[in-house]
């Protein structure tokens, strides 16, 4: 099949190279122009694995192509894929300004019957608003069809590959006749469905999701004043197959170019029907407190934290990405800055991205784990990146000034921690965190 892809971001690339994979001749559009001529130069604007190879071989393959010519690609395709963002308004709507705008576009530029799929997750009834908006400026005829994205950054391209399921959102025959068959080489659950019913699967499963780890969270909190260890927990909880043990994992809470924006989105598609989603309030706040803890645990051990040099270890909002979208970090440097503290920051991939959005003369740019704990007072690990599973930690100790360590992502064993002479605190593993943490306080104090 012919597909144009519209918007070549994180959806919009590997989606498109993920369908250029399967057999397709896919053209990927962005009004980016910078963003296309890096495509077209082979360079690639995203950090995801495996991407850059699978580019490569499809380009090589003349199945795959970039361009920022949105009319022309849309008259050669019969299937358009809309990927553009839906970040949030300032009061937590999502902001549908780039939809309407590749609505638009696109019914300029239609010759013909098009499907066109609307991958950009979106408040229920938006795709019928698209379908409305193109029927007002074309006489050609359409469908509009709801396919929400379920990939994760960092295994995109499996999670395109090989997904747990496929939902099409469509009132139309051909169209979802279309659809079912682009898909289904990729799954046996393919599920049709209304389509306000598609729109609300996407936020639905990101917000359950979501309330999955404050949930995992709070019961962290409440571990370390009652003397259990939530990573135990979740194991026993995790093994009922009716809870499952994904999404379990406790720490400074989520982030991302997701959770954040679509939980305040449904939030506000339940309040603006006149009903208030007080759970899923409730889950929005606990995470916003939750990546603070990392900062109470430091001054519960440095006391003041003014003139504290503090390392920081990982950026990006989880692994395997450069995406720094909404990621807890940024909040928790601006406030360590806003405390006086100097900050030296080491991330394998995210440095960049970060760069672009926290930059402070407090800031101290590393290029190593190592370089990012000498002289520090505190190290605090905020994502879980594999090189610093492997860290030897005893050494780590050696070069820091005042061996206090603050584990956001319980990456650590106790046994790893009880080789060293680390003040370790994670979050929910009272047990873990060292006995001599005490003694410590009073002598720093
Ligand atoms: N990032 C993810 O992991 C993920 C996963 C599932 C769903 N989603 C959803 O998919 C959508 C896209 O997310 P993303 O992270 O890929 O977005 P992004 O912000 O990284 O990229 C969007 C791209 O669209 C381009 N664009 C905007 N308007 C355009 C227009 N009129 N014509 C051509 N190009 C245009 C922008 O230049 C940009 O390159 C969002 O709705 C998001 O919620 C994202
Ligand atoms: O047990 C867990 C699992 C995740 N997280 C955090 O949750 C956030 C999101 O993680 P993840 O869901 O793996 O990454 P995303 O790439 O944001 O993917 C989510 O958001 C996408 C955009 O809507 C959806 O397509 C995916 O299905 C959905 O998992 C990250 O900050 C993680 O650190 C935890 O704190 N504990």
């Known amino acids: 099949m012919n597909i144009s892809v519209i918007g070549v971001g994180y959806v919009g690339l590997v989606s498109g190279v ?9 053209i990927c559009v962005d009004k980016d122009i910078t963003k296309i001529e890096m495509l077209k130069r082979g360079e ?9 190879e699978l580019i490569d071989k499809n380009v090589k393959a003349g199945r795959l192509s970039f361009t920022n010519e949105l009319s022309e ?8 894929i809309i990927a553009v963002g839906t970040p949030s308004l300032p009061n937590g709507e999502a902001n549908l300004q780039y939809i309407e705008q590749a609505a638009r576009e696109i019914a300029l ?13 979106v408040p229920v009834g938006t795709n019928e608003k698209i379908a409305q908006m193109i029927y007002e400026l074309t006489e050609h005829p359409f469908d509009v069809v709801s396919v929400p994205e379920f990939l994760r950054e960092g295994s995109a391209i499996k999670d395109t590959l090989y997904p747990d399921r496929i939902i099409i959102g469509t009132d139309s025959k051909p169209a979802e006749q279309k659809a079912v068959e682009l898909h289904s080489t990729l799954t046996d659950q393919i599920i049709v469905t209304d389509i306000r019913s598609a729109e609300m699967i996407k936020y639905a499963s990101n917000a359950f999701l979501a309330t999955k780890i404050s949930f ?11 003397n259990a260890d939530v990573t135990l ?21 989520y982030g991302g170019s997701c959770f954040p924006k679509d939980t305040e989105a449904l939030i506000q598609i339940a309040g603006n029907a006149n009903y208030e989603f007080k759970l899923l309030k409730s889950v929005v706040e606990v995470n916003k407190h939750q990546r603070f803890n990392v900062i109470n645990k430091l001054e519960d051990l440095l006391g003041n934290l003014s003139s504290k040099t503090i390392g920081i270890w990982g950026l990006a909002f989880k692994p395997n990405t450069d995406d720094v979208r909404d990621a807890p970090s940024i909040e928790i440097v601006e406030t360590l800055i806003k405390k006086g503290c100097i900050i030296k920051v080491y991330d394998p991939i995210a440095i960049n991205n970060f760069r672009k959005v926290v930059n402070h003369e407090n800031i101290v740019w590393c290029d190593s784990i190592t370089d990012a704990a000498i ?23 050696k070069l820091m000034k005042l061996p206090v360590f ?36 009073e002598r720093v104090k």
Request: aromatic share 8%.
């Open 406 to 441: 603050i584990d956001g992502r319980n990456v650590y064993a106790k046994e790893r921690i009880e080789e060293t002479g680390l003040n370790y605190y994670s979050i929910g593993r009272p047990d873990v965190n060292q006995s001599h943490i005490a003694d410590f306080i």
């Open 375 to 397: 002289d520090c007072h505190g190290v605090c690990l905020l994502t879980e990146w594999n090189e610093f599973k492997e860290v030897d930690l005893k050494n780590i100790e």
């Open 109 to 121: 530029a239609i010759n013909e019957y098009k499907v066109i799929m609307t991958k950009s997750t």
């Open 216 to 226: 995992i969270n709070e019961i962290a909190n409440i571990c370390e004043k009652v």
């Open 73 to 80: 690609s849309v008259q050669a395709s019969e299937i358009i």
């Open 233 to 253: 927990v979740a194991k026993g909880m995790g093994l009922d197959k009716r809870i499952g043990p994904s999404f379990l994992n406790a720490g400074i809470g």
């Open 18 to 26: 993920c369908f250029s994979e399967l057999g397709n001749k896919v």
């Open 44 to 52: 690639v604007p995203i950090y995801e694995p495996g991407l850059k």
